[in-house]
């Protein structure tokens, strides 16, 4: 029995989010694993805005509760970090303790992202922790996002997958989602 | 027996983030919780960043592990949308069934954020869908932030609470969290 993958990601807010979703489900059955995608949902028809998202709620986590395990793009969107929506979904899935992948087509990682996000100012406080120009925290763990995800997703023996799309390409780029899903259909295999 | 709730958000990044988590679990014991706040953990010393980034991983899911209830402060963080590792943390929660409890202090939505990161260049598509510049999806439900988050603790009967906080005290007042703790507190006693 082929396991199933929920593919979690921002993809659902590209111009050619079907283009996109319709490629990594193909890859996804190619690869063998069966491809449960946010995509998939029939949205229901609503008049009320907010509960249409309240539907959308529900049916992503049907989804996801029927789902064997997750592949979430962790690309940074509309800013330095993941999406929350993508975030939510994969503490969702590891608190299931179902088997959770990740990837990122961005290299910088979130200690370096966030150094950015200050234009490069920042200290080192007394305990020689890294802190920006208003004194907060910048968590540098060498992972790519908050500790929460990363690791959540390596004590789970998962893999999280770092690629390097073109600057403009990260949300469409497919290779690093290939190569993730290649390391998700080996791990599931087994 | 009183229940206890994870105080889940980002003050952990705050230069004076023992003080405000001091205040917050101060403000939970008197209202009749039991406080488990992630600046509880006792963080082991570990000369490897990458190893103390697990640990912590670790800890945090083993004290939401044994939390009976979870708030969420989704306040934005260095951007337009929340801090994603308590975006994770309240998605964990959720899958385990708990009551999930959400606030923010800055009024403008969703939606109102976005058009903001986009400079308030938007239009409406085909299906009378807002979307930025780039041709991409502006969610937006009337949620405080992504709809897995803000749907996940409606659905859930949680309440998200959303404040106003002073610009440039969004994540140190309290006003928000006492009006939030307090519903949490009444439906916990149920």
């Known amino acids: 029995m082929p396991k199933s993958v929920y593919l979690a990601?921002?993809?659902?807010?590209?111009?050619?989010?079907r283009e996109v979703l319709d490629a990594k489900i193909a890859l996804t059955?190619?690869?063998?694993?069966?491809?449960?995608?946010?995509?998939?949902?029939?949205?229901?028809?609503?008049d009320d805005k907010f509960a249409l998202g309240l539907a959308i709620s529900q049916?992503?986590?049907?989804?996801?509760?029927?789902?064997?395990?997750?592949?979430?793009?962790?690309?940074?969107?509309?800013?330095?970090?993941?999406?929350?929506g993508t975030c939510f979904e994969l503490g969702y899935m590891c608190a299931q303790g179902k088997p959770a992948f990740a990837f990122t087509t961005v290299a910088a990682d979130h200690g370096a992202r966030t150094r950015a996000y200050f234009n490069g100012v920042w200290h080192s406080d007394a305990q020689?922790?890294?802190?920006?120009?208003?004194?907060?925290?910048?968590?540098?763990?060498?992972?790519?996002?908050n500790l929460m995800l990363h690791g959540g997703v390596v004590r789970r023996n998962g893999v999280v997958v770092v690629g390097n799309a073109k600057p403009g390409?990260?949300?469409?780029?497919?290779?690093?989602?290939?190569?993730?899903?290649?390391?998700?259909?080996?791990?599931?295999?087994?």
Chains 1, 2 share one sequence.
């Open 9 to 17: 990601g921002p993809e659902v807010f590209l111009s050619n989010a």
């Open 29 to 46: 059955r190619a690869a063998g694993l069966v491809p449960i995608s946010p995509g998939d949902l029939e949205i229901p028809k609503l």
């Open 59 to 84: 049916i992503d986590e049907e989804l996801m509760n029927r789902a064997d395990a997750i592949i979430a793009n962790l690309t940074p969107f509309r800013g330095i970090a993941a999406d929350t």
């Open 128 to 145: 020689g922790l890294p802190r920006g120009p208003d004194g907060m925290l910048i968590e540098d763990m060498g992972m790519i996002d």
């Open 169 to 190: 390409e990260e949300l469409t780029d497919l290779a690093t989602f290939k190569d993730v899903l290649a390391i998700a259909a080996k791990a599931l295999a087994d």
